[in-house]
């Protein structure tokens, strides 16, 4: 079954859309993974391996500001972790795997620290204190913008950034207004397109 977004962005597809100069992007973990992971083909599909490392290409070639969030770190390293595992042995819980496998984890050590200094050499980083204020700020949102708790907080960066873009393939940033989505999910801009959301540069 297909997602019911409610679209309250403003969509781009990157498969049309040139970035220039002007552009501010906050850079969405996944988009990270794809662009800096060297396994990321094993499971991830085609247009997520080829659209978005070109869109994040086009962006650097122009001189785009390409902003990344410290939060971004975590989802990033857990997602290289969990691929190599299942690479290694998906049977093998992940407790084990960190613990018990000593050059499987500093293989792991080594694909995360290559990742995210892709991702400091290009891009700054935005960053956000997460308090008490934060996180309730957060909690109100999750009533309203049905997305998941680092993405939350995400938007939280920004917020206190002033970013209004974000490149991503998570169709849960549909559902934020006042943003510009910037996706090649087919899923995302056709929801948009139904509900006259999307944007054409």
Request: charged share 25%; proline share 3%.
């Given at each position: 079954?297909g997602v019911n977004?409610?679209?309250?962005?403003?969509?781009?597809?990157?498969?049309?859309?040139?970035?220039?100069?002007?552009?501010?992007?906050?850079?969405?973990?996944?988009?990270?993974?794809?662009?800096?992971?060297?396994?990321?083909?094993?499971?991830?599909?085609?247009?997520?391996?080829?659209?978005?490392?070109?869109?994040?290409?086009?962006?650097?070639?122009?001189?785009?500001?390409l902003l990344y969030?410290?939060?971004?770190?975590?989802?990033?390293?857990?997602?290289?972790?969990?691929?190599?595992?299942?690479?290694?042995?998906?049977?093998?819980?992940?407790?084990?795997?960190?613990?018990?496998?000593?050059?499987?984890?500093?293989?792991?050590?080594?694909?995360?620290?290559?990742?995210?200094?892709?991702?400091?050499?290009?891009?700054?980083?935005?960053?956000?204190?997460?308090?008490?204020?934060?996180?309730?700020?957060?909690?109100?949102?999750?009533?309203?913008?049905?997305?998941?708790?680092?993405?939350?907080?995400?938007?939280?960066?920004?917020?206190?950034?002033?970013?209004?873009?974000?490149?991503?393939?998570?169709?849960?940033?549909?559902?934020?207004?006042?943003?510009?989505?910037?996706?090649?999910?087919?899923?995302?801009?056709?929801?948009?397109?139904?509900?006259?959301?999307?944007?054409?540069?």
């Amino acid at each position: 079954m297909g997602v019911n977004y409610t679209v309250q962005a403003e969509v781009v597809d990157i498969r049309s859309d040139n970035p220039s100069k002007d552009d501010i992007f906050l850079v969405d973990t996944n988009i990270w993974y794809w662009y800096t992971y060297t396994n990321a083909s094993i499971s991830a599909l085609n247009y997520q391996i080829t659209e978005y490392p070109s869109y994040v290409a086009k962006a650097i070639s122009v001189d785009s500001l390409l902003l990344y969030c410290g939060l971004s770190f975590a989802e990033l390293a857990h997602n290289i972790e969990q691929a190599e595992r299942k690479i290694f042995n998906p049977d093998i819980r992940p407790k084990e795997y960190r613990h018990n496998y000593p050059a499987e984890r500093a293989k792991v050590v080594a694909e995360v620290e290559t990742a995210w200094n892709q991702v400091t050499s290009i891009a700054a980083c935005t960053d956000i204190l997460i308090n008490e204020d934060k996180t309730n700020t957060a909690l109100t949102r999750f009533q309203t913008q049905l997305l998941d708790g680092y993405d939350l907080l995400i938007l939280e960066a920004m917020d206190k950034a002033g970013v209004k873009q974000i490149i991503t393939d998570d169709g849960d940033y549909l559902t934020v207004p006042e943003i510009r989505v910037f996706t090649a999910n087919a899923g995302a801009i056709s929801a948009a397109k139904k509900q006259g959301k999307q944007l054409l540069r």
